[in-house]
Structures are given as structure tokens and as C-alpha cells.
């Protein structure tokens, strides 16, 4: 097993910029992939941003966002630049024990979430 938890969400203004950072602990080892996902009201969930838990190889939905990885430290960090309300949403990172990277039903263990608000 796998535990996951966010930090870093909040309320920003259009145009500003959020660090998300998501810890790791459990069995980290068995770790393929980590993806940072967001799913809005009445939207469906979707990838923002994949990195390779070993090769540090990286997806990135748009290039606003910008995932980084602290092996050492078992964290994930999404970086996300400019803002927009359209960006609202909540967001969590997620493990995948298996590739391929893009595959979300790869996905199987997942935090809670934290808010990320942007207003206009």
C-alpha cells in the first residue's frame, strides 16, 4: 500500500502561480508512476501531470504546469503558473504500479485532495 497526502492548495487570483506538493509513505518501492489529477464539480477527472517514478520522464497537460519528484524525500511537487478560474478545482496526486505513465485506471492509490480556487 501506498498513502498519499496534499498540501499546498488555496485561494488565488487569476494569473498567480500555486506549488501543490504531495508526500509519499508505504511501500514507495513498488512505485511506477505519479500523477497529479483534478476533477471539478460536475467534470470529470482528468491528468494534469505524470512524471516516472525511477526515469523522472514527464507529461505535463499543458505547460503551465510543471511537475517535479524528491525521490529521497518521497514527494511530488506540482508547480502550477498563470492561473486561470477554469483551473479551480480539487486536486490530488495519485501511485501507479504499473505503466504505461498515461494510463489513469493505473492509478490505484490516491489522496484526499486539496482546493485550488482561482479567482477572476
Known amino acids: 500500500q501506498v498513502q498519499l497526502v496534499e498540501s499546498g492548495g488555496g485561494l488565488v487570483q487569476a494569473g498567480g502561480s500555486l506549488r501543490l506538493s504531495c508526500t509519499l509513505t508505504?511501500?514507495?518501492?513498488?512505485?511506477?508512476?505519479l500523477g497529479w489529477f483534478r476533477q471539478a464539480p460536475g467534470k470529470e477527472r482528468e491528468l494534469v501531470a505524470a512524471?516516472?517514478?525511477?526515469?523522472g520522464n514527464k507529461f505535463y497537460k499543458e505547460s503551465r504546469f510543471a511537475i517535479s519528484k524528491d525521490t529521497a524525500k518521497n514527494k511530488v511537487d506540482l508547480q502550477m503558473n498563470s492561473l486561470k478560474p477554469e483551473d479551480t478545482a480539487n486536486y490530488y496526486c495519485?501511485?501507479?504500479?504499473?505503466?504505461?505513465?498515461?494510463?489513469?485506471?493505473?492509478?490505484?492509490?490516491r489522496g484526499q485532495g486539496t482546493q485550488v480556487t482561482v479567482s477572476s
Open positions: 495519485a501511485a501507479s504500479r504499473s505503466s504505461p505513465l498515461l494510463d489513469t485506471l493505473k492509478y490505484e492509490f
Open positions: 512524471i516516472n517514478w525511477n526515469t
Open positions: 508505504g511501500r514507495t518501492l513498488s512505485i511506477y508512476g
